[in-house]
């Protein structure tokens, strides 16, 4: 059989009844220091809000017909693809079916620790609200023997009104509903006994999610701030307006010194290459923001290979080429190694973002002042990500949700979802159980991230290989995704090689896919 029984049967529909529990705010006063950083240099074009939006995907990608592939492996490498062509010299894994918590703990070296977030609040910020988030993680709990969240364990903050509907500005809150199940459940799976407090921000817009995170700050309601969701500041309309960028800064800036820690995903196109099918109105090779904001800290992703015990295999930097089964099912096309770029990792040098002091004696000179469209930077740059964690759909995360299904009806369901959206969130859960080991709040992460960079507590990605399980050392890492036989009686099949972030690369040592790394088992020890 692919996949265990409680996977499989998920990918079927049931309704899960539920609704969102009410919540009071309550406020707690911490404080740190943090060291002077500079802030985003002001656009040059013209200024306007930025909408931002989601950073995940679905392992079907844009399949939606699909909730799940026919066959899919429960660990990397577990069973191998016999119905399609080879590639790569041979034949390739089937994808994961969805790794679970429990084996993104074992990992990540959460289970390793005692550490399981307890007495730390962790905020969440997207924008809308679903009316089953309770209901769905704690049926999601149920499905995968995990401890659900207790009664006051999960509140939600939410305005009185909800804006850009509509009028096409933002994705649809059902789109929003899956990113807010996706960010729950893996903050719960890194930090089981962590409090969670869910900020629903009016809209997707500038402003609304200003609002949200102001919220957080004013009443202290968390120490830990996970955001998945993003923008692009130079679009082929123009450029965010410099004096929101500066909002939100001063808002990271004093929320840090006052014992907050902001996490951000770097999104899931690279390096916003217009070129790329997904880097729809960017003007140019870009890092998005906030994630590029020297006071918050930027989360990459990376792809995660989990072995039959649940151990730690290997990880290499996050992009993914796709080629599809050919009609006749002979061939791949395009041809193995010379698939669409799909997506990956966001990362790269800012050009609004001057080189902060704790990036100094870390990154790379050559990488600091090289500009992603190739030219010279004036003086040396902010480069992200910061750190990095398992975001590939193609080894994602099992996520529950009520949602619309493919055959039209609308009831829970599970399906494999990756994108740097699911790496902040674990990140997020991890740093819960490092400020239970550590015993107070960090505030701005970044010196203490930076200041490990050479103690080898970070895995050092690189962008080969997946550990024993890889098929044939020297080629690239490949799965498939197997979808069956659709309604006409034809094999749909795709093949994503991985380890490719377009214009963006691994290698030794900090690098513009996975920044300092990802945590390793001694990652949680070092908090200490």
């Known amino acids: ?113 005692l550490e399981r977030g307890k007495g730390v609040t962790v905020a969440i910020v997207d924008a809308y609200a679903s009316p089953t988030m309770l209901a769905d993680a704690n049926h999601y709990a149920m499905n995968h023997d995990e401890r659900p969240l207790s009664a006051g364990q999960y509140r939600e903050v939410t305005p009185p009104a909800y804006n850009h509907l509509t009028d096409g500005q933002c994705e649809t809150p059902s789109s929003w509903a899956v990113e807010e199940a996706l960010d729950v459940e893996a903050v719960h799976a890194m930090a089981p006994q962590a409090d969670i407090v869910y900020v629903a921000a009016a809209s997707c817009d500038d402003t609304d999610l200003m609002a949200a995170l102001q919220s957080v700050v004013d009443n202290h309601l968390a120490t830990i701030v996970s955001n998945s969701w993003g923008g692009i500041p130079h679009s082929t309309y123009g450029d965010e307006d410099p004096a929101t960028m500066a909002g939100y800064s001063a808002l990271f800036q004093r929320g840090g010194q006052q014992g907050i820690s902001f996490l951000f995903a770097t999104g899931d196109c690279g390096a916003e290459d217009p070129s790329a099918q997904c880097a729809t109105g960017s003007a140019r090779p870009q890092t998005e923001y906030p994630a590029e904001d020297p006071w918050v800290t930027a989360v990459g992703g990376t792809s995660l290979a989990i072995g039959s015990w649940d151990q730690y295999v290997g990880e290499v930097g996050w992009g993914d080429r796709r080629s599809s089964l050919a009609p006749d099912g002979t061939s791949w096309a395009p041809a193995a190694g010379n698939g669409e770029w799909r997506f990956g990792g966001g990362g790269g040098t800012s050009e609004d973002v001057p080189q902060p002091d704790y990036q100094a004696a870390v990154v790379p000179p050559a990488l600091a002042t090289t500009l992603l469209d190739g030219k010279p930077a004036a003086q040396p740059m902010r480069v992200v990500p910061d750190v990095a964690m398992d975001a590939d759909p193609m080894t994602g995360f099992m996520t529950g949700v009520t949602q619309k299904l493919p055959n039209g009806s609308v009831g829970y369901a599970e399906s494999t979802i990756g994108g740097t959206s699911l790496a902040t969130p674990l990140f997020a859960g991890v740093m819960a159980d490092a400020e239970q080991a550590a015993g107070h709040p960090f505030g701005f992460l970044n010196p203490a991230l930076y200041g490990l960079a050479s103690s080898g507590v970070f895995h050092d990605v690189g962008p080969r290989t997946l550990g024993a399980d890889s098929p044939r050392p020297g080629t690239p890492p490949a799965t498939i995704v197997d979808l069956g036989v659709d309604g006409k009686g034809a094999h749909q099949a795709r093949l994503y090689q991985l380890g490719d972030d377009g214009l963006l690369s691994t290698g030794a040592g900090y690098d513009d896919v996975t920044g300092l790394g990802s945590p390793s088992r001694s990652y949680l020890r070092s908090w200490k």
């Open 1 to 113: 059989m692919f996949g265990r029984l409680f996977r499989r049967s998920a990918w079927a529909a049931s309704l899960a009844a539920g609704a969102l529990i009410a919540v009071s705010q309550g406020a707690v006063s911490e404080t740190s220091q943090a060291p002077t950083s500079p802030v985003p240099a002001a656009p040059q074009h013209i200024a306007r809000h930025l909408a931002m939006h989601t950073n995940h995907i679905r392992l079907t990608d844009d399949d939606t017909d699909y909730i799940g592939p026919q066959k899919c492996s429960d660990y990397y490498g577990e069973h191998t693809a016999r119905t399609v062509p080879d590639a790569f010299g041979g034949s390739n894994p089937l994808a994961v079916c969805g790794y679970s918590p429990q084996q993104l703990r074992l990992a990540y070296g959460v289970t390793q620790s």
